[in-house]
């Protein structure tokens, strides 16, 4: 018996209000929440088996405060009163991309099936997919109560989630993800009620904000096989810290679509700043790299570093092509197959809108807050995108390359090829 028959997913539509909520409860539960429970405590197997960092019995806890990292649950953090540094409660708060997406991804398959029965009312399609959200919320809740962690090597005596936020956060995540994937079911009856134009500005939006996270990705790949240095500086630091250096790979990894976000906005012009103590350490623009001032002499010397500054090479304007690509890309996505050219361009202009909102979700999403670590920092480090700043570029970006996608003539095979699944 697999999941989706538990879940009821092949049983017939349900349609009353009492059998919609024990549905998104049940698929909420089965087809979401267990999946990233499960992959959460593998995350925390695997850093346990490379770090040995906490006893074998606190991986299951481990595994639950990563499953909550999946829709970025804060965490408050309780310094050991004995160790050097501030006594002050601080805050952990990271969102693991690779489970968010996850939860996004599933929520929205979820609310998919959870609406078969509405394909004609985008309104009650949207509610019923939302109605997931709620089976994720509930089981978070329950998990975060055992949940309270201490970390002695690092200074950090209590780590607790917070618990309204247990429930809020996933909430939210995965009912915004049930009630897209409800409207997708209706999106012809979504179509005739507001439009074509806003169905297009939302797929071309999101064809957008996809291309432009696995652009960024991409183009870290390819700047780690041209220039070996900050490869070769990375591989040092994790065999020179031995299980520590591993565990970070592991988490790095879980962390990729969040450093996919924040390159996607640098790439766009912005700058990404590791501030310590509320005080900036480290900004890291298109032109290079800033750690001269408070604390970032000490993480520059820390990493090994040369000198307080780098500028990179010319040839990273090249990151330049991540966001015209993925806007480009969004633009034709949004113009489908329509014929007037004017109504192509207006389509791909207005998934430049839709860009820009998801940008700015994507950059507030990949920000990092970790409490102040030991004797290391004298108070806790940020790392992120101004999302203000963010927001409008992402405007100007994805409405100006959103456009010009739109009316760019395209061979025909690759017309046929990129129409976006229904």
Same mark, same amino acid.
């Given at each position: 018996?697999?999941?989706?028959?538990?879940?009821?997913?092949?049983?017939?539509?349900?349609?009353?209000?009492?059998?919609?909520?024990?549905?998104?409860?049940?698929?909420?539960?089965?087809?979401?929440?267990?999946?990233?429970?499960?992959?959460?405590?593998?995350?925390?197997?695997?850093?346990?088996?490379?770090?040995?960092?906490?006893?074998?019995?606190?991986?299951?806890?481990?595994?639950?405060?990563?499953?909550?990292?999946?829709?970025?649950? &804060?965490?408050? $953090? =309780?310094?050991? #009163? !004995?160790?050097? *540094?501030?006594? %002050?409660?601080? +805050?952990?708060?990271?969102?693991?991309?690779?489970?968010?997406?996850?939860?996004?991804?599933?929520?929205?398959?979820?609310?998919?099936?959870?609406?078969?029965?509405?394909?004609?009312?985008?309104?009650?399609?949207?509610?019923?997919?939302?109605?997931?959200?709620?089976?994720?919320?509930?089981?978070?809740?329950?998990?975060?109560?055992?949940?309270?962690?201490?970390?002695?090597?690092?200074?950090?005596?209590?780590?607790?989630?917070?618990?309204?936020?247990?429930?809020?956060? &996933?909430?939210? $995540? =995965?009912?915004? #993800? !049930?009630?897209? *994937?409800?409207? %997708?079911?209706? +999106?012809?009856a979504v179509q005739e009620r507001v439009g074509s134009r806003v169905v297009a500005a939302v797929v071309g939006g999101a064809t957008a904000m996809w291309?432009?996270?696995?652009?960024?990705?991409?183009?870290?790949?390819?700047?780690?096989?041209?220039?070996?240095?900050?490869?070769?500086?990375?591989?040092?630091?994790?065999?020179?810290?031995?299980?520590?250096?591993?565990?970070?790979?592991?988490?790095?990894?879980?962390?990729?679509?969040?450093q996919s976000a924040l390159v996607l906005s640098v790439a766009m012009g912005t700058h990404a700043t590791l501030s310590v103590g509320g005080e900036p350490a480290v900004v890291v623009s298109r032109e290079g790299i800033d750690a001269s001032h408070g604390a970032g002499v000490l993480l520059a010397a820390y990493a090994g570093a040369q000198s307080n500054t780098a500028s990179f090479p010319a040839w990273f304007w090249a990151f330049l092509l991540v966001p015209l690509a993925a806007t480009v890309l969004g633009g034709r996505a949004a113009a489908g197959d329509e014929r007037r050219r004017g109504e192509r361009a207006l389509r791909g202009a207005a998934g430049g809108v839709v860009f820009a909102i998801l940008c700015v979700g994507a950059a507030w999403a990949a920000g990092i807050e970790v409490p102040a670590w030991a004797d290391v920092t004298n108070g806790g480090a940020t790392l992120g995108v101004p999302l203000a700043t963010t927001g409008v570029l992402a405007l100007a970006w994805g409405v100006v390359g959103g456009a010009l996608g739109a009316v760019l003539p395209w061979p025909e095979r690759l017309s046929a090829g990129s129409a976006t699944p229904r």
């Open positions: 018996m697999t999941a989706a028959d538990v879940a009821g997913t092949d049983a017939r539509p349900v349609t009353a209000p009492g059998d919609v909520l024990l549905s998104g409860l049940r698929r909420g539960a089965l087809l979401v929440f267990l999946p990233v429970f499960v992959a959460g405590q593998a995350l925390a197997w695997l850093t346990y088996a490379a770090s040995r960092w906490y006893h074998p019995y606190s991986w299951f806890k481990i595994g639950l405060a990563e499953t909550l990292s999946s829709v970025r649950v &804060p965490f408050t $953090v =309780s310094r050991d #009163a !004995g160790s050097p *540094g501030p006594g %002050a409660p601080g +805050r952990l708060v990271v969102a693991t991309g690779a489970l968010t997406i996850l939860v996004l991804v599933l929520a929205y398959r979820a609310g998919r099936e959870q609406a078969r029965a509405f394909e004609r009312r985008p309104g009650a399609a949207a509610i019923a997919g939302s109605a997931i959200g709620l089976g994720v919320a509930v089981p978070m809740f329950v998990i975060a109560f055992p949940v309270t962690l201490g970390f002695p090597q690092f200074g950090i005596e209590r780590l607790e989630p917070g618990l309204w936020q247990a429930f809020v956060m &996933p909430l939210v $995540v =995965s009912g915004v #993800a !049930g009630a897209a *994937g409800g409207a %997708a079911v209706a +999106r012809d291309w432009g996270i696995v652009g960024a990705f991409l183009a870290i790949l390819l700047v780690g096989a041209i220039s070996p240095g900050p490869t070769g500086a990375y591989a040092r630091f994790v065999s020179r810290t031995g299980g520590s250096g591993a565990a970070t790979v592991i988490e790095h990894a879980s962390l990729l679509p969040n």
